[in-house]
């Protein structure tokens, strides 16, 4: 599902400001697998979900999701293949649009763009369903400006 096979990146590379951020590093993580990664500030564990989500190029090594080379591919294009939330729960979301805005842009975000409405009916059906389940009372707030909810809220909506 996810293999990173010697991931190298260096920043600042041949000045007196240069850090090795990753440096040979291999994870191969199979469906249901579960990880936590751990360590202090500067040990790379942003840089290395920056190489995951393509926000990042590595310098060295080659990225795979589900069997595919993402390695060069950018971040945007990545997005079909692994999703992201923020630990920033202002990022992620669009604040001065409505729940069900987001979740439309959200839904939609692999789909051909054509002129149509973002949320119809059946759209507005299956976000209230799917909020329901998160336990947040947040389906019956689908016209709220997302701006206005709480950070685990926004977390939440995010995922």
């Known amino acids: 599902m996810l293999k990173l096979d010697g991931i190298n990146k260096i920043f600042n590379e041949g000045t007196p400001d240069e850090k090795v951020a990753l440096e040979n590093i291999h994870l ?3 469906p249901g697998d579960f990880v936590t990664v751990i ?3 500067g040990a790379g564990k942003s ?3 920056n190489m995951i989500s393509g926000a990042l190029m590595p310098d060295l090594g080659k990225v795979w999701i589900d069997g595919n080379d993402v390695t060069s591919l950018p971040e ?3 997005s079909r293949y692994i999703g992201r939330v923020f630990q920033d ?7 001065s649009m409505t729940i069900e805005e987001n979740l439309a842009l959200a839904y939609s975000r692999n789909a051909k763009r054509t002129l149509r409405l ?4 059946n759209r507005r059906d299956f976000f209230r369903t799917s909020l329901e389940k998160l336990g947040l009372n947040l ?3 689908l016209n ?3 701006g206005l909810l709480s950070g685990g809220e926004r977390q939440a909506l995010s995922l």
């Open 139 to 141: 389906e019956n707030r």
């Open 89 to 95: 729960p202002m990022a992620g979301t669009a604040p």
């Open 144 to 146: 709220a400006k997302v």
């Open 118 to 121: 973002g949320v119809n009916r």
């Open 39 to 41: 360590g202090s500030n």
């Open 28 to 30: 191969h993580l199979k």
């Open 47 to 49: 840089t290395m979900m």
């Open 76 to 78: 945007y294009q990545r």
